[in-house]
């Protein structure tokens, strides 16, 4: 069974960039068809979806996040990475990293349990 766990600073400063990592065990990050995805929920508000790698490492990115986004991947340590540059108070929330079949997409089967990451100087 996949797992995956979310970590990286849960403190950042506005203008600053926010890097997460998801670690994945139990499954690889390159094989299958599977779409690797960075999520978020503000305080008080629903999930937003911010991008994507998939298997193949090609990206895909939500068009208001674009700009600021970018998502990698670390094959050798089976990882993928979250940067989102230039935060706000407003990106502070619950991030959480995830993976969807691509069948199924946009339906994610497995999550990471979340980590809590505040923009406050």
């Known amino acids: 069974q996949v797992q995956l766990q979310e970590s990286g600073p849960g403190l950042v400063k506005p203008s600053q960039t926010l890097s997460l990592t998801c670690t994945v065990s139990?499954?690889?990050?390159?094989?299958?068809?599977?779409?690797w995805s960075w999520i978020r929920q503000p305080p008080g508000k629903g999930l937003e979806w911010i991008g994507y790698?998939?298997?193949?490492?090609?990206?895909y990115y939500n068009p208001s996040l674009k700009t600021r986004t970018s998502i990698s991947r670390d094959t050798s340590n089976n990882q993928f990475s979250l940067q989102l540059s230039s935060v706000t108070p407003e990106d502070t929330a619950v991030y959480y990293c995830?993976?969807?079949?691509?069948?199924?997409?946009?339906?994610?089967?497995?999550w990471g349990q979340g980590t809590q990451v505040t923009v406050s100087s």
């Open positions: 995830a993976r969807a079949d691509v069948s199924s997409w946009p339906e994610f089967g497995s």
């Open positions: 139990g499954g690889s990050i390159t094989t299958g068809n599977y779409i």
């Open positions: 790698i998939n298997y193949a490492g090609s990206t």
